[in-house]
Each structure stands twice: as C-alpha cells, then as structure tokens.
C-alpha cells in the first residue's frame, strides 16, 4: 500500500501483485431501484496473484500475459486502464502509462480477477506519478471503478455492505487451504444476478452470519466449512447445472465444503490443510469436471507494491 508521503515519481516501473478472492458468505438482497442488490458480501483474499507493471509511455496501452490473457480487452474497458484514467483525471494529468498485466487469477471466474486489476494498476500509477494518494482516497476511487475493488486493495478478510464496496476489516485467526476448480468458459456476473431475481422473487435483507465470522476469528477450518455459504449459488447452477458434479467430486474427495465462488462458474473447496488441497485438487483434475484445479491459501495481503524500476 502506498504510506500516503510523496516519493516523487518512479524512473523505470512499478509493480504491484494484488490476490484473488473468494466469497465466503454472500448474503443477497432483493434489487434495488438503483438496479443494484443490497449484500453481507464476506470476502477473504486467497494465494492467486495478477502482477500489474505500470512504466512511463506516451499514451495509455494495456497488455496482458497468462493462460487466460484471451479474455481479457485490451482497450479502456479493461479495470486497470480505467483506474488509470480516474487517478489522472483526478489530478488533472494526461494517464500516459503502459500496463502490464500479468494474469493468474482465472478470467470472468467469480473471483474478482479484472477487480484486482483495477486495485493493482490504482496503486502502480499513484506510485509511478508520484502522487502520494492517502489510502482513504484510493478506496474511494476503487468504490467508484467497481463494488469488489476496494477488497482487491485492503486484502485479508472483510466483510462487504450496501453494493459490497463498504468495507470493515474482519480478524482471521489462522491458514485456511482451498481448491479452486476453473470451469471452462465465464459466467457473467449480471447474468448470474439476473437469475438470481428471477429464482427468488422475496429475498430477505442481507446480514453477515455471526457463525461465520467466529469461525474466521478462530481461525477453525471445520465451523468455517459449515457456515459456508452463497446466495448465488443456486442461480449459477441453474445456469451451468454440470457445476453439480464439480462440488460432488471435490466433496468427495474429501474437501470439508465445496461452493460455488461469487458469481462462479469457479467452485471453491475449504480442506483441512495444504497435503488434503494436493489430493482434492488431484482427484478434479482426473475428473475431467473442471479446466483446471489451483491450490491456494488464506488470508493473503492486499495489493501492495513488490518491484520499482
Ligand atoms: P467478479 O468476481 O468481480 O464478478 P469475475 O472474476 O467473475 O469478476 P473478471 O475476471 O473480473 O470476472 O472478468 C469479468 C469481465 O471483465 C471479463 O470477461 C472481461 O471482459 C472484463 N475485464 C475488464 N478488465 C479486466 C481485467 N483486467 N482482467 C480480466 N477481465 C477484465
């Protein structure tokens, strides 16, 4: 994180590492009229990294490496552009900067890839200008690029209300071990909302689950897997109902729980230490029922600055 104290600019570049996150509980309320859903969001910061490198150039260029790199837009749609240009319009300067990204969070996976980007790109540039941005001012303009920007920069475990984007830091109190099953193809997070509306038309108000956030306080993996749980999950399924047999097989295998992660199509798998996410992540990849299995672990820290040229 930038310490908020002018360093004056980078010469070469600079590199920023920003995790994923996968939601352990996301609680969803109805629509509201602004179009947007009311959450308990918990989110919790896992060991898949993107790498964003911001160097000087003469205008604003994006490129992208990794196994997904084909997925993700190279133009200012792209997360990591458009925080450039909001930090730069904000002090009236020109956003002339290449990005680099490099990506290892699966693309459109409900696991807040193009987020962390924006989170990532925020803090390079404020670094690369040397423009010292106080950390409250940076978690405003993640508010304004996209509900799960400001987690991707606090990292850790937080819990998320009104969109998501209204933050309070949670204590975690030991490792968790994951699997992460990477499903083939995306699933787009409106989509998945849309379904969500259509298959419960009374939602109730949304709250964090006190079971929950003891078991992230206790750091206890078992009272963790129980009180799993996402709101989501039932909408991603009727939209890839073959998501079914991805959680059989992990749950099988022997991971204390298996959901699907945010707005999916990834599924998430909670086991009891790093040799059970071997074997878990082993028996999804024979099964044929995902692209590829990750291990990972959590809590990891948010995006923070790792090189500068
Ligand atoms: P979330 O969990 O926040 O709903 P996600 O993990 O499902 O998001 P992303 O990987 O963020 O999905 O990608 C969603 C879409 O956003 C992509 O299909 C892509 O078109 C667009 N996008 C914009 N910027 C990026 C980026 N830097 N990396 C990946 N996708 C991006």
Redesign the pocket.
Known sequence: MSTGTRQGPAAGGVTVRVP??V?VQLAVGAARADGFHDLANVFLAVSLF?E?TATPAGSLT?S?EGP?AA???LDT??????AAQLLAARHGISPDVHLH?A?D??????????????AA?LLACDALWGLGSSRAELLDICAEL???VPFSLVGGAALGTGRGERLTVLPVGGVFHWVFAVADG????PA?YAEFDRLTPAAPVPAASPALLEALRTGDADALAAALSNDLQPAALSLRPELARTLETGRSAGALAGLV????P?TAFLVRDAAGAESVAKALSASGTCRTARVASSPAEGATVVARG
């Open positions: 994923a996150k939601n993107d964003v994006v992208c997904d997925g993700v837009p749609t792209n997360l990591a552009a458009r990204i990506k969070i699966p693309v459109a996976g409900g696991m807040a890839g193009g987020s962390a980007d924006g790109a996209g509900s799960d995306g699933l787009s997070t998945v992660s945010g707005s999916g990834t």
